[in-house]
């Protein structure tokens, strides 16, 4: 079985502040680094970290070479990443003292990926190999028919939530990745136990994770329900914290562990990237992390 990914690199810009900016407030920051991001990028070097292979699809621009680095340090295959001399996407990520983030997105290269692109990347994709989707790319629908085509096992974070969300094929996602905001914004409920009940009766062979912060996490799927607590720590920067999710939890499974044991070791992965300072920078290596 083959991971791929199909997902946004960004160079984010953080920003650590008292708090986040308001309308009409204009906000001094304490502090500004640059770091490697994109929901895409931290969730193939997630995948990667944990154990697993990702070959991941993106365009990149002249100026995120150290985006293609940091994924070729951590083992992630970029040898279908595609370069043009347009500027990468990029993030404003604001911090505050509590670790919490606040991120506008600008798109960039992210928003150049075409059909055409996405079927040479997954030329090669068998059934029940593994697509990882985000929304942080164009051509959301056509990855999906393309994903459908092949047989593929489709991932899906609907992040950052729009309303195209809803003309996907969202029935043919097998693992859905989902904070209480999205899963508020397709379930119609703020209430954990609601979503994951009219996930279900809508999509009745699929899995659900909803991540909830730090009340931990909720597992749906038709024959169970799990309740997983967080690994309490330090938080510093929840950057990157979804993502590193995603990626531990789709490497557990891909090489057959249970769900209970997925659940654990994702979000032992999360606590440990909450608790440092950046986006893919904080993702630990697997042998950084015990769940006994
Ligand atoms: O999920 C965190 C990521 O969201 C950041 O790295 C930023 O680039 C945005 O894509």
């Known amino acids: 079985m083959k991971i791929y990914n199909l997902g946004s690199l960004n160079i984010d810009y953080v920003y650590s502040v008292e708090h986040f900016v308001g309308a ?12 490697p991001g994109g929901k895409g990028l931290n969730q193939s070097i997630a995948l990667s970290r ?3 292979n990702v070959i991941h ?3 990149l621009g002249s100026d995120g070479e150290f985006l293609k680095q940091i994924m070729f340090d ?18 404003i990520i604001q911090v505050d003292k509590s670790g919490q983030n606040s991120i506008l997105l600008y798109g960039g290269t992210n928003r150049e990926i075409d059909r055409e692109y996405i079927e040479q990347f997954l030329s090669d994709a068998n059934e029940d190999d593994i697509l990882v989707l985000q929304n942080e790319i164009s051509n959301l629908s056509a990855a999906f028919e393309i994903a459908i085509e092949h047989k593929m096992q489709i991932a899906f974070n609907p992040s950052p939530f729009d309303e195209t969300i809803h003309d996907l094929p969202l029935q043919h996602v097998k693992w859905w990745f989902c ?6 914004a ?5 209430n954990p136990e609601e979503i994951a009940e009219s996930f279900i009766q809508k999509y009745h062979d699929s899995n659900l994770i909803l991540t909830l912060g730090e009340k931990g996490c909720i597992f749906k799927n038709a024959d169970t329900f799990i309740r997983q607590p967080i690994y309490e720590t330090v938080v510093i920067d929840t950057t990157a914290a979804g993502d590193t999710f995603t990626g531990y939890f789709i490497s557990a ?4 562990k249970d769900i209970e044991y997925a659940l654990k070791i994702a979000s032992k992965a999360s ?11 904080s993702i630990p290596y697997n042998n950084e992390i015990s769940i006994a």
């Open 24 to 35: 009409g407030e204009t906000l001094a920051s304490g502090n500004m680094q640059i770091f």
């Open 50 to 52: 944990a154990g697993s």
């Open 57 to 59: 699809g993106a365009i």
């Open 74 to 91: 951590s083992g992630v295959d970029i040898s279908r990443i595609k370069s043009v001399k347009h500027p990468s996407g990029h993030a």
């Open 179 to 184: 904070n209480e905001t999205e899963g508020e």
């Open 186 to 190: 397709l379930f119609g409920s703020s």
């Open 253 to 256: 499974v891909s090489c057959g």
């Open 271 to 281: 606590s440990v990237t909450v608790s440092r300072k950046g986006a893919a920078v």
